[in-house]
Every structure is written in structure tokens, then in C-alpha cells.
């Protein structure tokens, strides 16, 4: 391994801007699409069940893409695999919109979702090697970044669809600033290279033991994200009998409370650690969610939620980062923890949705209670791994 010449403390600064700004345009493609989700169903003339199935190949498509970012970051090298991924993922948006009914949107999505899952996946691994370097804690408010982004995106969507402009240009506009802006962004990044002398990782590799467990504590926070994202706001109206426009606050303060929690979260984490931080989380995400299920008022509902949002803000980032630690394929690693937890985001309003048909929404967030507080149980998982001479251990070394 051979690594960058400059490596000061100005370097490292630029490429932690460097790669922030890659998350908050990747974001900002998620937002810009969401927003247009209305306009693509009636462009396509779906069904709110036909939406709902499309909507299922953005996940599919990650899932069986994100194996295949390890054997890509090695052949090319995290840079330049992160740079044509990124194109790709960014350069994406325009195909959702381009589709005229149900099977075209479906292998639109499933191409929006691969891009998506595999430039996550190299983004992130990018991340951690940052992080490592500058040796303190940044992937949380590099998530955060990814929320602000797609705070923008969806801004920017909102405005379109305001000012009565279609799909199609305004995802056309925004692939091309966004590749532009990504593309420039990537430049700064450190450059990662794999010893081309050792074993390649398999074209689809599964992914690592080592992940499975670390990756089952993301799949925890992410369905409570997930769940209480898509379902607050029908809680609110349907449970607690509010207003349509107080539920809907209560879904946008969420989101709101997620992104600035993970902005500070790396002071947090710096200062307690990753371990301690997650079960302070999970304990808050559990008093949250007995808020949520126990207290019949509108004001305690919304505040769970915000606990809830408080205290899984972090986990995420976190999962990602011990899973690049946990083995000598951090990609590998980073590409099995994303996979279980975007299964987790798939499976998560549908469940909520089945759980409450045969009994009640109540019953649903007393669930999404217990895996709050498995985020207690399970945080040990995420103790940074030690090297053999007591340091904590790194990806591969950089490449110039």
C-alpha cells in the first residue's frame, strides 16, 4: 500500500468538506424525487396500490446492487468508483420521471435504487477512512449533511411543483447541478487504492459475519425511523384524532430532529463513545416510545416522537462505521451492514401497516418500543475493534 504525500491537518480538513458535500448531494437526490412522487403517479396513471409497488424497486434494486461496491472499489479505487457511481446515482433522477406507466417505472426505480445503494456504499467507506484519519468522530454529522441535502432537494421540489413546473425539467436541471456539484466535490476526497496483490472480493459477496451483527442493530434504528416517518402522522389523526395539518407537523418535526441530532452527534460521540451513545440512545428511543403508546395526547405523542428521533439518530452512522472496522473488507462490510438495513426500511411501514390491521396502531409502536430498547442490549456490538498493538484498527491505506 502506498499512500497520499499530503496528509496535514489542512488536507484532512478539506477532505472531510470534500466528502460531506458528496452525502448532502446524494441526499438531495432523494429529496428532489420525493417531492415528485405525485406527479410521477399521475404521469404514469397508478393505482395508490400499483405506487406502492413501484415504490418497493428503489430498495430491491439497492439490495442486490450494494454486494457488488466492494469488488468496484477495488478495481478502481474508492475515488474514482465514487466518482462514476455518483454520476450515476445523481444522473439517475431523470428515469422515474421519463416512465409512462407501471413496468417502465419499476426498472426506472430498480436503476435509481442500484446507483443509489452502491455510491452510498463508497461514500460512506470514504467516511470512515476520513474519520480515521482525523481521528475523531464524523459520520454522524456526515448524515446529517445526507438529511440536509435532502431538506433542500425536497425545498427545491416543493417550489417546482409550486411554481406548476413538470417532473421532467425539473429533474433534468437538478441531475445535471447535482453531477456537476458531486463530480466537484469528489475531487477532494481521499483516495483510496487496494493492494492489487491481494485476493479481490467475489463480484456478489455476502455479506461478512462480522456484519450481521452490527448490522442487526441498524436494522433496529432504521425501522423505527421508517415506521415513524411514514406512520406519525397517521397515528396523530387516526389515534389521537388530530387536525390534518398537526399531523403532519409531527412527521416534519422528525425529520428535523433526526438531521440536527446527527449534525451534533459526533460530540456526543467523541466524548462518550459509540457504545455508551447508542444506549443512551436506545433508552431514549424506548421513554419515547412508551410516551408514544401510554400517554393519549397529542403533545406527549409528539414528543415520543421526537425521542424516538433523538435517540436513533446516531446508530446508523455508527453501524457503518464499526462495520468498515470489523474486518479486512470495509466495503464488504459497510455493502452487508447497508443491505440489512435498507431491507429494514423496506419491511418497516409494511409491517407497522399489518401489525395495526390485525390489531391497532397502539400495539405496532409498542413494537417499534421493544426494538428501541434491543438498541441497549445490542450497542456492545458497535465497540470500535482494536489492533494488535492496542490502536484502533483502519481501512487500507491511501493511494495518491
Not at 478539506?14 to 458535500?21: D, L, P, S
Not at 398537526?246 to 428535523?256: K, S
Request: hydrophobic share 55%; aromatic share 6%.
Amino acid at each position: 500500500m502506498t499512500g497520499e504525500t499530503d496528509l496535514s491537518p489542512a488536507r484532512l480538513r478539506h477532505a472531510r468538506f470534500a466528502i460531506a458535500a458528496v452525502f448532502c448531494a446524494h441526499g438531495a437526490v432523494t429529496g428532489s424525487f420525493a417531492t415528485r412522487i405525485p406527479w410521477i403517479q399521475d404521469h404514469a396513471q397508478l393505482s395508490a396500490g400499483t405506487l406502492g409497488l413501484a415504490l418497493a424497486f428503489p430498495a430491491l434494486g439497492a439490495a442486490l446492487a450494494m454486494p457488488l461496491a466492494g469488488r468496484i472499489n477495488h478495481r478502481f479505487g474508492a475515488r474514482t468508483a465514487l466518482r462514476g457511481l455518483l454520476a450515476l446515482w445523481t444522473l439517475s433522477l431523470v428515469l422515474p420521471s421519463l416512465a409512462p406507466g407501471l413496468v417502465t417505472l419499476c426498472c426506472a426505480l430498480f436503476v435509481y435504487g442500484a446507483t443509489s445503494g452502491m455510491s452510498d456504499v463508497a461514500m460512506n467507506a470514504l467516511g470512515v477512512e476520513t474519520e480515521n484519519r482525523l481521528g475523531r468522530s464524523i459520520m454522524s454529522s456526515l448524515h446529517g449533511m445526507w438529511s440536509v441535502g435532502a431538506l433542500l432537494g425536497s425545498a427545491a421540489g416543493a417550489l417546482a411543483a409550486h411554481a406548476g413546473i413538470g417532473a421532467r425539467p425539473h429533474h433534468l436541471v437538478a441531475a445535471l447541478v447535482l453531477t456537476a456539484a458531486g463530480l466537484a466535490a469528489v475531487q477532494g476526497v481521499l483516495d483510496l487504492r487496494s493492494n492489487q496483490e491481494a485476493q479481490a472480493p467475489p463480484h456478489f459477496g455476502l455479506p461478512p459475519r462480522s456484519a450481521l451483527l452490527i448490522g442487526a442493530v441498524g436494522f433496529c434504528a432504521v425501522f423505527a425511523e421508517g415506521a415513524s416517518l411514514d406512520w406519525s402522522a397517521v397515528y396523530l389523526r387516526d389515534v389521537l384524532h388530530t387536525d390534518a395539518g398537526l399531523a403532519a407537523a409531527c412527521t416534519t418535526a422528525f425529520a428535523l430532529t433526526m438531521a440536527v441530532a446527527r449534525l451534533a452527534g459526533d460530540r456526543v460521540v467523541d466524548r462518550f463513545g459509540a457504545v455508551r451513545t447508542v444506549r443512551a440512545g436506545g433508552v431514549l428511543a424506548t421513554a419515547g416510545g412508551l410516551l408514544v403508546v401510554a400517554v393519549r395526547e397529542p403533545a406527549a405523542a409528539m414528543a415520543g416522537f421526537g425521542l424516538i428521533g433523538l435517540g436513533i439518530a446516531v446508530v446508523v452512522p455508527l453501524a457503518f462505521a464499526a462495520a468498515a472496522r470489523s474486518g479486512p473488507a470495509p466495503a464488504q462490510a459497510i455493502a452487508g451492514v447497508a443491505t440489512i438495513t435498507y431491507t429494514s426500511g423496506l419491511i418497516a411501514p409494511s409491517a407497522i401497516g399489518a401489525v395495526a390491521d390485525a390489531s391497532s396502531l397502539v400495539v405496532s409502536f409498542g413494537l417499534v418500543t421493544l426494538l428501541s430498547f434491543a438498541l441497549v442490549a445490542g450497542a456492545a456490538v458497535l465497540r470500535p475493534k482494536r489492533a494488535a498493538g492496542g490502536a484502533r484498527s483502519s481501512l487500507p491505506d491511501l493511494a495518491g
